[in-house]
């Protein structure tokens, strides 16, 4: 299985400021990676796939980038409502897996 | 509006089985492979099988393999979950997703005696 390493595990960041959260895989994944927003009480919402697509619906603050085996979620201008965990997942290989989530709070 | 909507949740003990369903609406159902994910009360994702567009091919991770059985009727644009000799790991949140983009608000397995 491709095992996907995302960091950091949390992370508390003010309004306004650009953070990035980080997803290696244990190998390559050809730019096969989602990148998905979970606000408590809801189900996940996809945000980026192919590594650096924007989903419909989605501001454009956020952005993924990356290949081979590191890729990398940056949101620009940090807003209130983008307080959520976010999950990495790779959909190159069987089984697709996730990132263990990095939960992001307000400082 | 897409809409995923699943049912069929609920207390079951191990060794038990239960069938999940997930209903689409908003988008041509027949047209996507369909997935199954669960998260765990400690939260972390679990991708468990994917079907393809006209339910001949399934996927599977390992730890459920040979234990649940995807399936599907595009006529009535509903996707299945067949959970057969659960155990204690499987309490999660069962999600069904079309693809990566649609997720569904989900539906709660508790595995206990």
């Known amino acids: 299985d491709i095992q996907m390493t995302q960091s950091p595990a949390s992370l508390s960041a003010s309004l306004g400021e650009t953070v990035t959260i980080e997803c290696r895989a244990s190998?390559?994944?050809?730019?096969?990676l989602a990148w998905y927003q979970q606000k408590p009480g809801n189900s996940p919402q996809l945000l980026i796939y192919?590594?650096?697509s924007l989903a419909d619906g989605v501001p454009s603050r956020f952005s993924g980038s990356g290949s081979g085996t590191q890729y990398s979620l940056k949101i620009n201008s940090l807003q209130s409502e983008d307080v959520a965990s976010y999950f990495c997942q790779q959909y190159n290989n069987y089984p697709y897996t996730f990132g263990a989530g990095t939960k992001l709070e307000l400082k | 509006e897409v809409q995923l909507v699943e049912s069929g949740g609920s207390l079951v003990q191990p060794g038990g089985s239960l069938k999940l369903s997930c209903v689409a609406s908003?988008?041509?159902?027949?047209?996507?492979?369909m997935d199954w994910v669960r998260q765990t009360p400690g939260k972390s994702l679990e991708w468990i099988g994917e079907?393809?567009?006209?339910?001949?091919?399934?996927n599977y991770a390992p730890s459920i393999k040979d234990r649940f059985t995807i399936s599907r009727d595009n006529a009535k644009s509903t996707l299945y979950l067949q959970m057969s000799n659960v155990k204690s790991d499987d309490t999660a949140i069962y999600y069904c997703?079309?693809?990566?983009?649609?997720w569904g608000q989900g539906t709660l397995v508790t595995v206990s005696s």
């Open positions: 908003g988008f041509t159902f027949s047209n996507y492979w």
């Open positions: 192919d590594a650096n």
């Open positions: 079907i393809n567009t006209d339910g001949s091919k399934t």
């Open positions: 190998e390559d994944i050809y730019s096969n």
């Open positions: 997703t079309g693809g990566i983009a649609y």
